[in-house]
C-alpha cells in the first residue's frame, strides 16, 4: 500500500494547532501539539496534553490536506512543526505524516524528548530535530521526569553521527539543573558525544505560563519559587556551556 492511500485512515490526537514564527524551527510555521507523553516533568506548561485520550484525532490525510492550503503561510523557510506532549508517542503515525510532507517538498521539524529509540528511522524525512535535554545525569533525569536519559543521550549520539540537523534544548530549572556544576555537567554530555559544528544548544528559564492550566484542570501546580532562574545565572550556565565550545543560540 503507497503512503498516501494509507494516509487515508491513519491518525493522530491533537490537542492544539497555531501558527508560531521561528520559535519552533525557522520561519512562520503551522505547529502541531500531539496529545500524549511517556514523561510527567513537574515544570510541564501542558497539562492538557500529557494523556494519551483528549484532544481530537485527524487522519494523516486531513493534515497533509491542511498543511497544503497553509502552504502560502509558511514565509522565510517555514514550514511544520510537530510537538506535544511527546509526538513520538505517536510513532507510527507522525512517521507517516512526515513521510507525506516530506514527498510534498515541506520542511518539516519536530520537537522530542528523544526518548523512542525508533527516533532515528525519523531522520530521512526530518529537515530539523529540535531534542530536549533536562539533565544530564540519568538518575536525577529519572527522579524528576520519570524516566531515565539513556534513550535521548543514545539518540542525540544517532543525530550526530549522521548530521542530521539537531538542536539541543535545556529547560533551565532552578534547584534541578540550573547551577554551575550542572553547567559543568551538562558540557561533559555535549563534548562526549561530539556535536558537529551545526548542532546549537539554547536554554530555556522556566516559566509560569502553564501554572493557569493546572489550576482549570484541578491540578495542583508542583513548582515553587526557587525554580526560578535569574539573568545573572542563566549568563553564569551560557558562559560555561560557551567556554566548553557549544554553540549556544537563543530564538
Ligand atoms: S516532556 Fe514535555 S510535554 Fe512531556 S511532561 Fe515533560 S515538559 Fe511536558
Known sequence: MSTIEKADFVTIRIFQKDF???QDGPGNRLVYHLQGCNLRCPW??????LECSGGREYTVDEMVDEVMRSKMMFF????????????????????????CL????????????GLNRHLPEL???????????????PDIHKKATGLPNDITVYNIQAACACGQLLALRIPLIGGFNASCRDACGFAE???RLKPGSDVTVELLPYHEY????YDNLGKEYAMTESARVSEAEAEAFA???KAAGIHLIKT
Open 20 to 22: 508560531n514564527f521561528s
Open 44 to 49: 510541564c506548561s501542558n497539562p492538557e496534553g
Open 76 to 99: 522565510e523557510n517555514g514550514g511544520v512543526t510537530l510537538t506535544g506532549g511527546e509526538v513520538t508517542m505517536q510513532f507510527d503515525a507522525v512517521k507517516e505524516l512526515l513521510t
Open 102 to 113: 516530506h514527498e510534498r517538498g515541506i520542511h518539516t521539524c519536530i520537537e522530542t524528548n
Open 123 to 137: 531522520f530521512p524525512v526530518l529537515d530539523l530535530l529540535i531534542m530536549d535535554v533536562k539533565h544530564y545525569d
Open 189 to 191: 554530555l555535549f563534548q
Open 210 to 213: 502553564g501554572r493557569v492550566k
Open 239 to 241: 558562559n560555561i556551556l
